[in-house]
Structure formats: structure tokens, C-alpha cells
Nanobody, 124 residues
Framework: QVQLVESGGGLVQAGGSLRVSCAAS????????MGWFRQAPGKEREFVAT????????YYADSVKGRFTISRDNAKNTVYLQMNSLEPEDTAVYYC?????????????????WGQGTQVTVSS
């Protein structure tokens, strides 16, 4: 079955950096657009970034543009989210997701598969 497993979350001070990863199995990874979403306590899950199947196109939420970078390695079936200049407002559970329909998709309903999430906490 399809599995998306996130890793790399943790506690970091404001202004610091963190990279989270998502390893995929059970699907033809290079055929899927991949996305990152996040959910803070008491809030809805929100779009963070997405990357096309080839890695040639990327899209970001305005709140992270210029600070976060999404990338993928199709040989390793892995997608990454490099997060720089982290702010306390970035504290959330970060989820990766796979979409076989869209590139540039920003809605949770556009995605077919989800990981279990990894906690990122930014202290002030």
C-alpha cells in the first residue's frame, strides 16, 4: 500500500532552520506532484508548498515564500521542505501529500495520499 513517512521535525529557535523529509513507497513517485501542508492547534490544515512531478515547477503560500524551499529526489522517492528564518507562527504539524492529478494544487481535496505528519515547534 501507499506510505508517506515524514521525518526531520523538531524544536528550533526563531530565526533558525530545519529540513523535513517525506519518503514515499507503494506508488510511482515520479508520476505524482507532491505537496506540504501544515496544521496548527485549533486551525485548519493549510497549504505550504507543492512541486510538480519533474521538480520543474514549485508553488508556495505567501506566508512562506522566500523562506521555505520544496525539492524532490525522484531517485530516492523523497520530497523535502527546507525551512529557513523560522517564526513561532510556523509551529504546526507538517504533512506531505501526493497528487496524481494536479500540478500546483493547493487544496487538500486535490491530494490522494497523506503522511502521518511531523511536529515542528519554533520557540521565540
Amino acid at each position: 500500500q501507499v506510505q508517506l513517512v515524514e521525518s526531520g521535525g523538531g524544536l528550533v529557535q526563531a530565526g533558525g532552520s530545519l529540513r523535513v523529509s517525506c519518503a514515499a513507497s507503494g506508488l510511482r513517485f515520479s508520476s505524482y506532484a507532491m505537496g506540504w501542508f501544515r496544521q496548527a492547534p485549533g486551525k485548519e490544515r493549510e497549504f505550504v508548498a507543492t512541486i510538480s512531478w519533474s521538480g520543474g515547477s514549485t508553488y508556495y503560500a505567501d506566508s512562506v515564500k522566500g523562506r521555505f524551499t520544496i525539492s524532490r529526489d525522484n531517485a530516492k522517492n523523497t520530497v523535502y521542505l527546507q525551512m529557513n528564518s523560522l517564526e513561532p507562527e510556523d509551529t504546526a504539524v507538517y504533512y506531505c501529500a501526493a497528487s496524481n492529478v494536479f500540478s500546483g494544487a493547493r487544496k487538500t481535496s486535490d491530494y490522494n495520499y497523506w503522511g502521518q505528519g511531523t511536529q515542528v515547534t519554533v520557540s521565540s
